[in-house]
Every structure is written in structure tokens, then in C-alpha cells.
């Protein structure tokens, strides 16, 4: 996008919304040769799962997904967000 007239915006709660998810499912084609689109219309898709993207002029430029896990540690229930790290 050309920094002075770009219209960015974030969006989320993506999975019902098919022009937005065909955007997301387009990039982690292009970035990570993987689709989602079979996984979602298998139902596998839960809330747990939440991508957060970065829209450029209507179109997917970046995403951040978050996996909640729901979890019990020591008897007592967690809801955890694993993220990456790295050495």
C-alpha cells in the first residue's frame, strides 16, 4: 500500500466471513503453502481459534492468530495463550 492514501484496518471473528477468510486463507497459502478452508468447512474451526488481521485497502496484508486452550493445572482450570519463542 502507498503510505499516503492506504485505508488499514484490523479485523477479527473472521471465520463466518467469507470474503474477509478467503483474504487470510490466501496469505497463509502464499506465506506457509496451508489452507484452512477444508479445515473450516469440516467444522474444526472453534472459537479457540483467533486470527487477527491486518487489512490494507480491503485486502489481507498480515495476521496474528491466537490459540486458546483451555486447561487444568494443579486442580485448577486455566485458560492458556501459547505463543512462540525462540532461543
Known amino acids: 500500500c502507498d503510505r499516503r492514501q492506504r485505508q488499514m484496518c484490523i479485523r477479527d471473528r473472521i471465520r463466518d466471513n ?7 486463507d490466501r496469505l497463509a ?25 491486518l487489512l490494507c485497502d480491503g485486502k489481507v496484508a498480515a495476521n496474528l492468530s491466537v490459540n486458546r486452550i483451555d ?9 492458556m495463550f501459547p505463543t512462540l519463542s525462540h532461543a
Open 18 to 24: 467469507l470474503a474477509v477468510r478467503t483474504g487470510f
Open 29 to 53: 497459502q502464499q506465506t506457509f503453502d496451508i489452507s484452512f478452508e477444508e479445515w473450516h468447512k469440516g467444522g474444526w474451526w472453534q472459537e479457540n481459534y483467533q486470527p487477527h488481521l
Open 71 to 79: 486447561c487444568q493445572i494443579n486442580g485448577v482450570r486455566r485458560r
